[in-house]
């Protein structure tokens, strides 16, 4: 069955700081993978989305980035950190785009 | 722009009490309306994907239903471990089948069971 994973659950980072969120896959191959913020507990904005090795596609201009470096790991990132970039960082799988299968999230709390 | 509304934002049942959330979409075509649940500081649990007009989904005391214009997600005596924000998202068929799958997500209705 497929698992996934991300880490860290919980962060707190100042601004300015450099940011790194790691999602990995288990169990599928050729997955396509994306990046969600939830502000306040309620709806998901998608961030970034890719549909296989080094192909990134952003939803939302702003101050993070993202990569995947290998076919089942996708990471978020940011050289600097702003107060608006915390928030509940969800990444996510699908096969064919279709269903959507959620990570447990990072809380990112920038202060 | 493909849209999703859901009402109410929340609602409170007595344990045993039924009742239906909605989801009002606005997409230019419709490649699938979802439900999920999501629990206080976790993911997103998927539940259902409905895919045409008509079209019915159970499992154990949750229903859900599609029309063109929406969705409801009907509660049948519910538990109070069925507390949960609970929400809905569309997908659209891009120009040129896009297979991406990006999903646009209404604000999400918090249920609270009471026992």
């Known amino acids: 069955s497929q698992t996934i994973h991300q880490w860290p659950a919980t962060l707190v980072q100042p601004v300015g700081s450099p940011l790194s969120l790691e999602c990995t896959v288990e169990?599928?191959?050729?997955?396509?993978l994306y990046w969600y913020r939830q502000a306040a507990g309620r709806g998901l904005q998608l961030l970034f989305y890719?549909?296989?090795?080094?192909?990134i596609s952003s939803e939302v201009p702003q101050n993070l980035s993202a990569s995947r470096p290998q076919d089942r790991q996708f990471i978020l990132s940011s050289k600097k950190l702003l107060l608006s970039d915390s928030g509940f960082y969800l990444c996510?799988?699908?096969?064919?785009?279709?269903?959507?299968?959620f990570g447990p999230g990072t809380r990112l709390t920038v202060t | 722009e493909d849209q999703v509304t859901q009402s109410p934002e929340a609602l409170r049942l007595q344990e045993g009490e039924s009742s239906s959330l909605n989801c009002s979409y606005t997409v230019s075509g419709l490649r699938g309306l979802f439900w999920y649940r999501q629990d206080p500081g976790k993911g997103p649990e998927f539940l259902f994907t409905?895919?045409?007009a008509g079209e019915e989904k159970e499992k154990e005391r949750l229903k859900a239903t599609l029309t063109k214009k929406e969705s409801f997600l009907h509660i049948t005596a519910p538990k109070p471990e069925d507390s949960a924000t609970y929400l809905c998202a569309v997908q659209a068929t891009g120009a040129g089948g896009t297979s991406y799958g990006k999903l646009t997500f209404g604000q999400g209705t918090i249920l609270t069971v009471h026992p």
């Open positions: 169990g599928t191959s050729n997955p396509n």
């Open positions: 409905l895919y045409s």
């Open positions: 996510a799988w699908s096969i064919q785009g279709i269903e959507q299968y």
């Open positions: 890719s549909v296989g090795i080094g192909q």
